[in-house]
């Protein structure tokens, strides 16, 4: 009995499978591809967020730093 093993299920077929499958037993689909395309966009996903917390920082700063120089006049 393996009643421990973890599942998920099938996008394609929705039955279930075990976790960390790269085929369905059911609708014998590839899901070797999908695990690669996820982590894939995750990191792109991961790069792109810090890209524009960057750029969002960088314009708080400058309107942080135009506002104190304008306003000691
Ligand atoms: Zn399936």
């Known amino acids: 009995m393996t009643l ?6 099938c996008p394609y077929c929705r039955e ?3 976790e960390g499958a790269i085929r369905c037993k059911h609708c014998h689909a590839d ?3 999908l695990k690669k395309k996820e982590s894939v966009w995750a990191k792109y996903n991961c790069f ?8 969002l920082f ?3 700063l400058s309107i942080i730093l135009y506002l104190h120089f304008t306003s000691g006049n």
């Open 4 to 9: 421990a093993r973890n599942f998920t299920k």
């Open 16 to 18: 279930e499978i075990a």
């Open 31 to 33: 899901l070797s591809d």
């Open 48 to 55: 792109r967020t810090g890209f524009l917390v960057g750029i």
């Open 58 to 60: 960088t314009i708080v």
